[in-house]
C-alpha cells in the first residue's frame, strides 16, 4: 500500500474515532441530566384528611339527592286514583314501588360508603405517624373488618369490603399510583354491601407489573376477536352479487331450457280429458 493511502485511512479512521467521542459525550451528558424516577411524594396528614373529607362532602351530596328524588316519588303516589281501571291503576302502583326500592337500595350503599369513610377519617387523624401510607391503611384496613366482625351486637356488613380493599392495596404496585385514588376506585367499582374481589378489580383496572401499569377495559366474552379482520387488513367474503329479476326473466329461463320431447296423440288425449280408452297411463 502507498504511503498516501495509509495516510488517507489513517485520517478516515481517526475522524470516526473523534465523531464517536462526541456522540458518546453527547449521550453521557444527557443520561447525567435525566433523574432515576421515583415513588410519588408521600403526602402530609392534612392532605389525606382533606381528600377523605371530600369524599365525604360528595356521598352526602348523593344521598340527599337521592332523598329528594324519594321525595318526588312519594308525591307521585298522590296522583294515582283506584277509581280508574283496576290493571291500570295496579302497574302504576308497581312500577312506583319498585322506582323508590332501588333508589333506597342506592342510598343504603352510599350510607355505607360514608360510614366506612367516616371511620377511615377518625384512624387516619389519630393514628397515622407518617409511615408508608399504603403499609398503613393496608394493616389499618383489615383491623376495621376485624372490628366488625368482633362486635359484640354482631357482624355488619363492612367486614368482606375492608378484607378484599387490604388486599388490593396491599397488590397494587407502590411507586406509581395514589393509594387514596385506589380506594376511591375500588370503592366504586366493588360497592361496599355486595363487594366484589380484589382479582375482578385489578384485572378489569390494569394491566399490572412491578414498575408500570397500562388501564384497559375489558371486553365480554361475546365480543372478543371483533374488528379482528380490520387490524389484519383482511376482508371477510363478500356475498356474490344476486341477478336482478325482471318481468322477462320467466321467459328467458323458459327460452334456454331444452323442449320436453313431443308427447303422442293418445297422451295428449288423455290430459285433455277427452275419452281414450286405449291411451298409455
Known sequence: MKFSERNSTAQRTTRIAAAMASIISVLVGTLALIEPTSASPQPTKADVVERLRTMQLKLTQEIGTLENSTKKRLNESTTISLKEDANISTRKITRLADQIADIDKKRTE???????????????????????????????????????????????????????????????????????????????????LNPKTPAEFLAGRDYTNPTSSVSVKPAAREHLGDNLEEKLGLQSEKPKPTRATSPNSDIELRLRLPLAPPMDAKMTCATVGQPAPDCKK
Not at 157 to 169: E, G, K, V
Request: include cysteine; hydrophobic fraction near 45%; charge should be negative.
Open 110 to 192: 352510599l350510607l355505607a360508603r360514608r360510614d366506612f369513610v367516616d371511620q377511615l377519617v377518625l384512624q387516619v387523624d389519630s393514628k397515622w405517624q407518617g409511615q408508608a401510607l399504603h403499609k398503613f391503611l393496608e394493616h389499618t384496613i383489615l383491623d376495621m373488618s376485624l372490628t366488625d366482625l368482633t362486635n359484640p351486637q354482631g357482624s355488619g356488613d363492612l367486614w368482606r369490603f375492608c378484607t378484599f380493599l387490604s388486599i388490593a392495596i396491599r397488590e397494587v404496585p407502590t411507586g406509581r399510583d395514589d393509594v387514596i385514588g385506589i380506594l376511591e376506585d375500588y370503592m366504586n367499582f366493588a360497592s361496599v
